[in-house]
């Protein structure tokens, strides 16, 4: 039998084969989703986004538990499902088309995926899931720690947020005309479409926030772990002398064509001679705090990942300790007090902890408790924890 080509395969087939490729090979969407259409890309992003609901709603039209489904099965589910819930998509195309999967990748299950899609297409979809967990398609166990971090209240506006549409933003001079105007970082933009034509430094709004933080305790800076290099060009674009450190050079690339400043060291052992007036450490970490740009955290981590992230942040941090002549501004993109609070507790007791209110902006400000950036993504940027650290004298 002849395969078939390249050509023939749809955008639902291709969704299909990434998400799959997502779960075999523990990829990023992000870096797995360039250069794909927005549908395939809608459909992949949205699948991950929403998993844990479109789950739920397999389990209740099929009255089986997922676990007991075939793979590929469940993922054709989930891409018609979702279709079906969340898309501008007639139902007759999202049924008959993902039928056409399953005669494809699921041979024997086709009759079973047209029944519990039409079935799906005649039900209220959005009336199925009741719970917090499943309304906002978060792991239980996340919701209850940021229940005990921030209250219910903010984790549930944490988990709302992660569920909404991701779109780049970019620190630029020439914005296009729809873009939106930052309320955090000046010059920096929200794009509705792709970045790829915008001249500028594309990075979350997030890390541009702690990257002109860090630019504001002085212009001597090594930024210790900086891949993939945007946190050290916003600064660069401030002012700032700026010294980029990484173990990766691979990471480093993208720095490669806009910075000769570039050092490949481990930054538990870094290769200076001389201490720099403010290191900043944006440390390694479980990403909690990006959920809603990479969807696909949400089921690769497990809660008792985030303590194996914490032995090499405290190193770190050790090593910066040793750098700092002034200054350490230690973040992460993580909302986990583990790798945040827990880690600065073991700093040298050369170091006290100083207000990060003082360098940011008044917008900025209103998201600093007790002298600590807690940057939550209901501000709509990826989460931040960032602290500064001064020497004492």
Not at 273 to 293: E, M
Request: aromatic share 6%; proline share 4%; with cysteine.
């Amino acid at each position: 039998m002849a395969r078939r080509g390249v050509a023939e395969v749809t955008d639902r087939e291709r969704a299909f084969q990434l998400l799959q490729r997502i779960e075999r090979e523990s990829a990023f969407a992000a870096i797995v989703l360039q250069g794909e259409s927005g549908f395939v890309r809608t459909l992949v992003l949205g699948v991950l986004r929403w998993r844990l609901r479109l789950d739920h709603a397999i389990q209740t039209l099929a009255d089986r538990h997922i676990s007991k489904l075939d793979p590929n099965v469940v993922d054709i589910l989930r891409i018609g499902i979702y279709q079906l819930m969340f898309m501008d998509i007639a139902p007759y195309a999202a049924v008959s088309e993902s039928v056409d999967l399953a005669a494809r990748y699921a041979k024997r299950a086709r009759g079973f995926v047209n029944a519990i899609l039409r079935r799906a297409s005649e039900r209220d979809l959005h009336s199925l899931a009741t719970d917090l967990a499943t309304r906002t398609a978060h792991p239980q166990w996340l919701l209850d720690r940021w229940t005990g971090i921030y209250g219910p209240e903010r984790a549930a506006a944490i988990a709302e947020a992660n569920q909404q549409m991701s779109y780049p933003d970019v620190l630029t001079e020439t914005p296009p005309p729809s873009a939106v105007r930052s309320e955090f970082v000046p010059g920096m933009y929200t794009l509705t479409g792709s970045s790829a034509d915008v001249e500028g430094i594309v990075l979350d709004e997030g890390s541009a926030v702690v990257a002109d933080l860090t630019a504001a305790t002085s212009r001597d800076v090594l930024d210790v772990a900086a891949a993939p290099g945007g946190k050290s060009l916003v600064m660069t674009a401030r002012g700032a002398r700026v010294i980029s450190n990484d173990i990766s050079l691979a990471r480093l690339r993208p720095l490669r064509e806009r910075s000769r400043r570039i050092v490949v060291s481990d930054g538990r052992r870094p290769a200076f001679r001389r201490r720099f007036q403010t290191v900043l450490l944006d440390a390694p970490c479980s990403a909690t705090g990006t959920i809603r740009k990479n969807p696909e955290i949400k089921w690769r981590l497990r809660e008792e990942d985030i303590a194996r992230f914490v032995p090499l942040q405290k190193e770190l941090l050790a090593a910066a300790a040793d750098l700092a002549e002034e200054t350490i501004v230690y973040s992460t993109c993580s909302l986990e007090r583990e790798e945040n609070d827990g880690v600065i507790e073991v700093v040298d007791k050369s170091f006290k902890r100083i207000d990060a209110a003082q360098f940011v902006n008044p917008s900025v400000a209103r998201w600093v408790e007790r002298g600590v950036l807690r940057l939550t993504p209901e501000s709509g940027t990826d989460g931040f924890t960032a602290f500064v650290l001064q020497r004492s004298r």
